[in-house]
């Protein structure tokens, strides 16, 4: 049973995640959030008045399914919703700008570079407007939105002068158009279904696989197409030339290969044994660790360090107590070696 008060809060600490549309299991919904800061934060004002409906909808309120099965009788299609439209028109134009800017991900697969930047732009733009239309009760084809949206796509490619920015925005009208055409409403639940306590986990879990590959589309597109400006104010430079630029340093290649030779290492010696080794050799040995190894309280002199280090050797060292923890005896000498250091300095 998902609670008004909940997510009122999610929506207040972590409304532009989208995370407080997880718990009313509206994923679809979350992702457009997420992958746009709460629709550009315009959403979040929306969803302050509309949480209450949005509960009472995953709680399956008879209130609520009497609204919905009336709406239904009365329109045999979902009805046009101006709101809705213009969001699926922007948020379609935006996935797919981003997915025309991983075009050069054809490279890797030798494939053309014209027909995958058709290809996926017609996809994002096609994803984003389906997403946007079937949050909730309705739903629209999403190959019949695909085949308008890459017919669109190809025809404005016959152009003599393609203008991307301008046609992306020609393409998400063609797509919501399609959409408005294609719309029908999905069927009622027989039976109010209980919200178990996995299902906002495992929609969350399903929402933010999507933003982790949106998260990619959008830093493959930035390598390959953004730019940065120059400290000097000369003008700008490419993000992939800074990049390749900064991998082809010597300081990289020498971390580079520190980092493989102690994962070869740990995988030889185990990785317990690497931490020790790094410990020592940064002298992280917390004060108040060392104190409570010696059993000593904070502050001890030098001296009380001294006799409480050979009090407690002749207890734990292995020739006198052979049945004493093996490694007991060696965190004695390092708490006693990092305390008279301590005191010497």
């Known amino acids: 049973m998902a609670y008004t008060v909940v ?34 934060l315009v959403g979040l004002l929306r969803d302050m008045v509309m949480i209450p409906r949005y509960v009472r909808e995953c709680n399956g309120a008879d209130e609520e399914l009497s609204r919905t099965k009336l709406e239904m009788e009365k329109y045999t299609e979902p009805p046009l919703r101006y709101g809705r439209s213009i969001g699926a028109l922007i948020f379609g134009a935006y996935l797919g700008y981003l997915f025309s800017c991983a075009d050069q991900i054809g490279d890797h697969f030798s494939i053309d570079e014209s027909i ?9 733009v096609s994803v984003g407007v389906w997403i946007v239309i079937s949050i909730g009760n309705e739903n629209c084809s999403f190959w019949k939105v695909l085949f308008a949206t890459a017919c669109m796509t190809t ?47 495992k929609s969350a879990m399903k929402m933010y696989a999507f ?30 030339f800074l990049v390749d630029s900064f991998f082809d340093k010597d300081e990289w290649r020498n971390l580079s290969e520190t980092l493989n030779q102690l994962f070869q290492q740990g995988r030889r010696e185990g990785w317990y044994k690497i931490y020790e080794e790094l410990r020592k050799s940064t002298n992280v040995f917390a004060e108040a660790e060392a104190f409570k190894v010696l059993e000593l309280e904070d502050g001890a002199t030098k001296e009380q360090i ?40």
């Open 7 to 40: 997510a009122y809060l999610l929506l207040i600490v972590l409304g532009p995640t989208g995370l407080h549309l997880c718990y009313l299991n509206r994923p679809k919904h979350g992702f457009v959030w997420a992958s746009t800061g709460g629709f550009f």
């Open 116 to 124: 995958l930047s058709i290809v996926l732009e017609s996809l994002g």
């Open 155 to 201: 025809l404005l490619r016959f152009q003599e002068e393609p203008n991307g920015r301008i046609d992306v925005w020609m393409e998400s009208a063609a797509a919501t158009f399609m959409s408005s055409k294609t719309k029908f409403w999905r069927p009622l639940p027989l039976k109010k279904k209980s919200k178990s306590r996995f299902s906002f986990v």
């Open 211 to 240: 933003v982790f590959m949106f998260l990619f589309l959008v830093s493959y597109g930035d390598y390959n197409h953004g730019e940065m400006s120059s400290d000097d104010d000369s003008g700008y430079v490419p993000i992939k």
């Open 306 to 345: 001294r006799k409480q280090y050979r009090k407690l050797s002749k207890i734990y060292h292995p020739d006198r107590n052979p049945d004493s923890p093996p490694d007991r005896f060696e965190k004695i000498v390092q708490a006693y070696e990092f305390l008279t250091n301590k005191k010497n300095n």
